[in-house]
């Protein structure tokens, strides 16, 4: 007898066998372990095992995931270490993964764990935390068998596993396109949930049950008539309707049962898109098209891959009747969703999948997971994992789906999702550490974050957490004096992943040198009032005088030198002698000084490049308040004896100034020497203040200097202190223009601990 060839990737079973040995090898395996061990709902371990089992089967899922099935629960008897060395690791890694999110159960059962808006966020952290998609597929078969079982023994299952169901886990089936198990979940959900609704429904259709279904037998057999002598080759049968699809449509429409248009429906499959219009125009000629209820998903998919097409029309009764027509397909797409490409596309390579080597199935997981990234995208989500993203870096290859279109790569940036101690779900960015965590649960709580453990161990505080982690933040006492740490806004240490976060750590030092120069600018005024014997002067009075709202900002302006010594004093003084000492006189033998806007001629005298409208030769010169520099809008103020001084438009001394004494006014514009360089080409150069605060160190005023250096801007002046590890610079520069210095205080702000860098 001679032998028959060796066919590639013959592996001399039958096809399913080693899918029936690996389960069966684990089932006796975990059987012999467990042995008639029983769960939560009474049931044995071993029989929800089988049972699941049977489910995935129908979903022709590969070996490994038949063999995880076996060895979930009991986790006690079941060490991963033991299954890796039973049955390899992927088994352990899918085994690990569905341990690991069977603890979403945990968070429905504690009361008003999903009342908070949470269902769609524990359907993003359970897709998150399942890099594989095979781990959904095993939750929600093992959830339908745990359903199926408290049905066949009539007794209600805990209601959070009924709520965990409807509100998570039949969306998410529905989000993979798994509408069989879709329905079967929601049905036995709504089943426990709502009992009476739901014998109520039930009975109402079983009432009807015998005309519909002669009706539809009528209605199949004439369609069937047609499509033939058109030479149509299609699969004609009647559709079974699912009580909550029903109820939610007569909830959402507020229509009585009798007004629900797919009551009745047929569904029609042939070869080929061309076929699936062709029947179209045949089933509008039979029966009356309903044109708003025509829906083409084949053009227009769903966001979750489905494609069909969707008429209603009004049948010989007079009532509605749907029609769903769709390629095979679409149809197995339609049935099994992601589970069809595994099922129906990788074919004869199922006996090999055992290695699960990187080859054309794994690429097509990693196409349907960027698939399934880009609909989450669609609806508004923003899902993804580290884990997840791990797949971006895939082959060329796995850019295409099993249907041969090339699948979406949207930018989603990467997620985890962490727990609470009171199982609340965090979504933070991919990275975060234990002080996000902190900010993201309430402000002060990150403020007082001293300490984090994760999963009940102390870790440090730049740690990255992972998705599923659960994270206890160690808090100091609320004193009044808690706050952040200036080595938290440090890049290089690591301590912040957050934007949201970084921003409020820089809120609470902004805060906290408000109120230092709140205190110091107090302090400052305290003196001045002693010193003229003008303690009873109230401070809202002299922060009235001053231009100022209020006594705290007038404080924060005379800390910070933008109300000076001479300028206070005058205001301690009182008006009337602020007008004869310290502030300008008025000049009102010079009525030609507020004149409309005349002939500009360029200013003499010092050479600012300055223009004074209607005024030649007068001198001018630059505000030290503000430093005014091209192309700054400004404005100029007739001074006594020094001519005319320039200020910024939005000067707040230019603004008190003006307030007490208008006619002083006028108008100023940059001349062309200032803006385009002098005489001789060379750039003119003015003088800015720039305020610097970071965390101090060795070193940093020579880093900052050097930014100053590289950008070609001469330093005239520098002021620095230093107190309790924070150094305050203030430099006085020499730019060409307020560009340059933009520029150069962006570049400033990239040196290592700085927080702030600004013009004043």
């Known amino acids: 007898m001679g032998t028959q060839p060796a066919v590639a990737g013959d592996t001399g079973v039958q096809p399913g066998a080693a899918h029936e040995d690996a389960a069966q090898r684990a089932l006796a395996w975990m059987q012999e372990r467990a042995g008639d061990a029983v769960g939560r709902s009474g049931e044995r371990y071993v029989d929800h095992a089988r049972a699941t089992i049977a489910i995935l089967r129908e979903l022709g899922v590969d070996e490994a995931v038949l063999a995880a099935a076996a060895l979930i ?139 519909r279904e002669a009706f539809v037998e009528v209605a199949m057999q004439r369609l069937r008539a047609e499509l033939a002598a058109a030479g149509l080759r299609a699969e004609v049968s009647g559709r079974p309707k699912h009580l909550y699809s029903i109820y939610s449509k007569m ?12 009551l009745r429906g047929l569904r029609v499959i042939v070869d080929t898109v061309a076929q699936c219009y062709t029947a179209l125009g045949i089933v509008h000629a039979i029966w009356t098209q309903v044109p708003q209820e025509f829906d083409d998903y084949i053009a227009r998919p769903k966001p979750n891959g489905y494609r069909s097409l969707h008429t209603v029309v009004l049948a010989d009764d007079g009532r509605p009747l749907e029609v769903q027509i769709r390629t095979r397909e679409m149809h197995r797409f339609a049935e099994y969703g992601v589970a069809s490409h595994w099922r129906y596309k990788e074919g004869a390579a199922a006996p090999a999948r055992g290695a699960r080597a990187p080859g054309a199935g ?30 971006a870096g895939a082959p060329a290859a796995a ?126 005024v305290e003196r001045v009032l002693q010193r003229e014997g003008r303690t009873a002067l109230a401070f809202e009075e002299l922060a009235r005088r001053l231009g100022f709202e209020a006594a705290g900002p007038m404080f924060v302006a005379v800390a910070r030198d933008e109300v000076g010594v001479r300028q206070l004093e005058d205001a301690v003084r009182g008006p009337a002698a602020a007008a004869a000492g310290g502030a300008p006189a008025a000049v009102p033998e010079q009525p030609q ?30 505000a030290r308040c503000c430093r005014p520099v091209p ?68 070193g940093l005023l020579r880093d900052i200097t050097e930014v100053f250096a590289r950008d070609r801007l001469n330093v005239t002046a520098v002021q620095t202190l230093s107190r309790q590890q924070v150094a305050s610079m203030r430099f006085t520069v020499e730019v060409p223009d307020a560009g340059q210095l933009a520029r150069t205080l962006a570049a400033v702000r990239e040196v290592n601990g700085v927080v702030q860098a600004r013009r004043r």
């Open 251 to 262: 909830r959402s429409k507020r229509r009585a049962l009798d007004e629900i248009s797919d």
């Open 399 to 524: 850019q295409q789906g099993a249907s041969g279109q090339p699948s979406p790569q949207p930018a989603v940036e990467e997620r985890i999702y962490v727990l609470t101690p009171q199982a609340r779900v965090i979504e933070l960015p991919a990275g975060a550490t234990p002080i996000d965590f902190a900010y993201h649960v309430h402000t002060s709580l990150g403020h007082r974050c001293r300490g984090a453990r994760v999963d009940g161990h102390m870790v440090p505080l730049n740690t990255p957490l992972q998705s599923g982690q659960t994270v206890e933040i160690v808090a100091a006492k609320e004193t009044g004096h808690e706050g952040p740490s200036r080595d938290w806004l440090n890049p290089q240490l690591g301590y912040v992943r957050s934007p949201r976060t970084r921003n409020k750590v820089r809120q609470w030092f902004n805060a906290l040198e408000l109120e230092r120069d709140t205190a110091a600018g107090r302090e400052r």
């Open 593 to 622: 000084l507020v004149a409309p806007r005349r002939r500009a001629r360029e200013a003499g005298g010092r050479g600012d490049g300055v223009l004074v409208v209607g005024i030649d030769s007068l001198m001018t010169q630059l």
């Open 631 to 698: 192309p700054d809008g400004i404005v100029g103020f007739v001074t006594k004896g020094h001519g005319v001084s320039v200020h910024r438009e939005n000067c707040a001394t230019f603004a008190r100034m003006a307030d007490r004494a208008p006619e002083r006014v006028i108008e100023t514009a940059w001349g062309e020497e200032a803006l385009r360089g002098g005489p001789e080409g060379r750039a003119r150069r003015f003088p800015a203040d720039v305020e610097v605060r970071a965390s101090d160190r060795p």
């Open 362 to 391: 794994y690429e097509e997981q990693i196409a349907w997971m960027r698939q399934l990234l880009a609909w989450q995208r669609e609806v508004g989500q923003a899902l993804g994992s580290a884990q997840a993203a791990g797949t």
């Open 73 to 211: 629960s009991p986790a006690d008897r079941l060490p991963l270490r033991d299954i890796a060395a039973q049955f390899g690791d992927e088994v352990a890694r899918l085994v690990e993964a569905m341990r690991q999110i069977q603890r979403l159960r945990e968070l429905h059962s504690m009361p008003g764990a999903a009342g908070q808006g949470q269902a769609e966020t524990l359907r993003r952290m359970l897709l998150a935390m399942a890099a594989d998609i095979r781990v959904v597929l095993l939750r929600l078969a093992s959830r339908l068998h745990t359903l199926r079982y408290h049905a066949a023994q009539r007794r209600p299952p805990d209601p959070a596993i009924a709520r965990e169901t409807l509100e998570v886990l039949a969306p998410l089936a529905n989000r993979l396109g798994l509408w069989q198990l879709k329905w079967e979940l929601e049905d036995l959900a709504f089943r426990f949930l709502d009992p009476d609704t739901y014998r109520e429904l039930a009975r109402q259709l079983e009432e009807r049950r015998a005309a």
